[in-house]
């Protein structure tokens, strides 16, 4: 598994007058290149080049991808890792301590998919229709903030079979690519949830012993409250502590 790499997506939406904008500007493509420096930025002209012709064939994916900038992590992350196995996370986490399982599974040889627990059942599908439409029994509570992936086990029959025949489209737009992401690893049965330490809450603090956190919705302004303040000594040392 490789490692090494970060790569960055521009998310475009359409505004008002039906323009394309970016939402990634020229001067953070300057920072990422300083802060990481084999960082690739992959541009949403040269995504879209490259899935357009590759979604043609599934054509829910395709208009769930148009419509939907979060598509752009099921299906252009994939499509872009350098590796069969990677790991994604949202730019809302933060890491207070060292990985150890995550990696762990991360350089195994396994073909799984594993992903943080969320607090409850959020699929945009329930246990019986997922039965009765796709043959799954689901995996539970399964959050995509963070999580580990594997190239084969991603389904694009499944996922337009699953966007064409249930009420996941009906449900909050938000949660599509974690439910179909969940509906991919559910089929093939490989893979799991990581500990709680890697926590999604809306409890005010992280936990103590937490290995990192999702900032996810209600306490998204905790990552800046609690959760950088939490890292600063990690982040700015002063002389005494560097």
Same mark, same amino acid.
């Given at each position: 598994?490789?490692?090494?790499q970060l790569v960055s997506f521009?998310r ?6 039906n323009?394309?904008r970016?939402t990634l500007p020229?001067e953070?493509?300057t920072?990422?290149k300083?802060m990481?420096g084999d960082?690739?930025i992959?541009s949403r002209?040269?995504a879209?080049?490259?899935l357009?012709p590759k979604?043609?064939?599934?054509p829910f994916?395709?208009d769930?991808?148009a419509?939907?900038? %979060? =598509?752009l992590?099921l299906?252009? &992350?994939?499509h872009?890792?350098? !590796?069969?196995r990677f /790991?994604v996370f949202? +730019?809302d986490l933060?890491f207070?301590g060292?990985?150890r ?8 040889d ?20 997922? %039965? =009765?439409?796709?043959?799954?029994? &689901?995996?539970?509570?399964?959050? !995509?903030g963070?999580? /580990?992936?594997?190239k +084969?086990?991603?389904d ?5 079979q ?5 009420s996941i ?8 690519e974690?439910t179909l992401?969940?509906l991919?690893?559910?089929r ?11 926590e999604v809450s809306?409890d005010k !603090?992280?936990?103590?012993?937490v290995v990192?956190?999702?900032y996810?919705?209600?306490v998204?302004?905790q ?14 040392p002063?002389?005494e502590?560097?």
């Open positions: 598994m490789d490692a090494g521009h475009s939406h359409v505004d008002s007058h323009s394309r970016r020229e953070a493509h920072v990422f300083a990481f960082v690739r992959i002209q040269e879209d080049a490259a357009t979604l043609h064939a599934f994916c395709a769930y991808r419509k939907h900038p %979060r =598509a992590k299906f252009d &992350i994939p872009f890792a350098k !590796s069969s /790991l949202d +730019s933060l207070f060292y990985p399982e995550l990696l762990d599974l991360a350089r195994g396994a073909d799984e998919m594993w992903f943080a627990e969320d607090m409850q059942e959020n699929a945009l599908l329930t246990a019986a229709e997922a %039965r =009765a439409e796709l043959g799954i029994r &689901i995996m539970p509570r399964v959050e !995509s963070l999580c /580990l992936l594997t +084969s086990i991603i694009f029959d499944l996922c337009d699953a966007l064409a025949q249930t489209l009906s449900g909050d737009h938000s949660r599509i974690q992401l969940m991919c690893a559910a093939h049965g490989k893979g799991g949830l990581l500990p709680r330490t890697y809306h !603090s992280a936990a103590p012993d990192a956190r999702h996810i919705g209600p998204r302004h990552f800046y409250t609690e959760g950088l303040n939490r890292l600063e000594p990690v982040l700015f002063s002389e502590t560097s």
